[in-house]
């Protein structure tokens, strides 16, 4: 028996989306309607077998489809035209769109035909199964470390928690720098070089994996990527949230991990890379003042309409019997999940922080407190239950 297709519909017009749903066999058909704006990170996030896009302007129709196949070639692509635009539609099927229908008149007409594609698009699949084919590699996984309050720990816990995933997996990891204006990773990691990420402006446009591997340092332990920000507060505004969305997806189809360490300003920035996030990992102190930065940083996200919920999740770092809260106390003052603790270590990591020097170099080393618990934590990562 086939199995159920995943089916994206595209539109911003109701009376078509109603049409569409009511016509299409739901039981068979797993459908999610989205906007024109969510379609990258829709069709990024899981492998979709048929996209059905809704003309509703002109711009980007083009670039999306492209998009959209390469991302998964053997995504079918439906346009469905409300206007007949000769040009636009051959552009279309250059871009790979498998099908196009003019509405309203052809509206009918795709819906009697949609069964037979479903069918092609089924037999299409089977074919392909009988020669592997690869989808690229691995869907990546981006995991934002942020806090609304400075001097929490989100660079040195970032950095420590990319290192130590590439130490102990396979994975290709990169870390990505976006304190645009004052940068830390590259003292941090003693990384001394005079590329950054604003060396990508030039090329985000047609950005792939060369040439963020052109930018990019590896850490000489560990062969992490690491992208570092650069260090010069002009150059660093005149990056936008277009750029993050263009960097973030690219790293995504290049790396099993991308792990971003985050300013505490709320900018579009770091709206834009938390809304690409997968895991937004919140450093939070133990004692009010760190819940009440929380508190705030949850109603801008609300104001923004960006949703937490099934993203975030706390990081307890510097945890210790005598700071003002405990565990037990922040359980109760959440409504987010705590993913990790980390202890307070001031003895083990002082001399690391004062020569820059990476916490973690070997696969297997004498750990300090603070090393021992990122590696708890990434292991957790690594094999979630
Ligand atoms: N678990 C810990 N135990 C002891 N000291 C810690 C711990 N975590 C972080 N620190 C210390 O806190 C300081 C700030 O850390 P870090 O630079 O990583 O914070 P940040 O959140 O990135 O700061 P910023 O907001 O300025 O970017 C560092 O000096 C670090 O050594
Ligand atoms: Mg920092």
Redesign the pocket.
């Known amino acids: 028996m086939d199995r159920n297709l995943d089916i994206l519909l595209v539109s911003e017009d109701e009376t078509i989306t109603n049409q569409l749903l009511n016509s299409f066999d739901r039981d068979e058909n797993t459908i999610t309607v989205v906007r024109f704006e969510d379609v990258s990170r829709e069709v990024n996030r899981q492998t979709r077998d048929i996209v059905i896009m809704v003309q509703s302007s002109n711009d980007h129709i083009v670039e999306q489809i492209q998009y959209i196949k390469s991302i998964n070639p053997l995504t079918f692509t439906i346009f469905l035209a409300t206007e007949s635009d000769i040009n636009l539609l051959r552009n279309i099927t250059r871009a790979g769109a498998e099908e196009f229908f003019v509405l309203p008149e052809e509206l009918s007409l795709f819906i009697s035909r949609f069964p037979t594609i479903q069918k092609s698009y089924q037999m299409r699949l089977d074919s392909e199964k009988e020669q592997p084919i690869m989808f690229g590699k691995g869907r990546g996984q981006i995991y934002s470390f942020y806090?609304g309050k400075?001097?929490?720990?989100?660079?040195?816990?970032s950095s420590t928690f990319a290192q130590t995933l590439k130490l102990e997996s396979a994975a290709e990891v990169i870390l990505i720098d976006l304190?645009l204006q004052y940068g830390?990773i590259e003292t941090l990691m003693s990384i001394s070089t005079n590329r950054s990420i604003a060396d990508l402006k030039p090329v985000i446009q047609e950005l792939n994996e060369n040439h963020i591997r052109n930018v990019s340092q590896t850490e000489e332990n560990s062969q992490l990527e690491v992208l570092i920000s650069p260090c010069d507060a002009e150059v660093g505004e005149q990056l936008d949230e277009d750029f993050i969305s263009r960097l973030l997806r690219t790293c995504r189809r290049s790396f099993d991990y991308c792990v971003i360490?985050l300013?505490?300003q709320m900018s579009a920035l770091t709206a834009a890379a938390i809304e690409e996030s997968d895991q937004i990992y919140y450093?939070l102190l133990p004692e009010t003042t760190s819940l009440k930065v929380l508190k705030n940083f949850e109603e801008v996200c609300e104001r923004l309409g960006i949703h937490l919920q099934s993203s975030l999740s706390m990081i307890v770092?510097?945890l210790s019997k005598d700071k003002e809260l405990q565990i037990k106390d922040l359980k109760n003052l959440l409504r987010f999940p705590i993913k990790t603790t980390?202890?307070?270590?001031?003895k083990g990591?002082q001399s690391f922080?004062n020569k820059g020097e990476v916490i973690r170099k070997k696969p297997k080393e004498k750990l300090i407190p603070?090393s021992k618990d990122i590696r708890k934590f990434v292991k957790s990562v690594l094999n979630p239950k």
Do not use: A, E, H, W
């Open positions: 806090s400075g001097g929490t720990g989100k660079s040195l816990i304190n830390g360490d300013p505490p450093v770092n510097q980390i202890r307070y270590d001031y990591l922080v603070f």
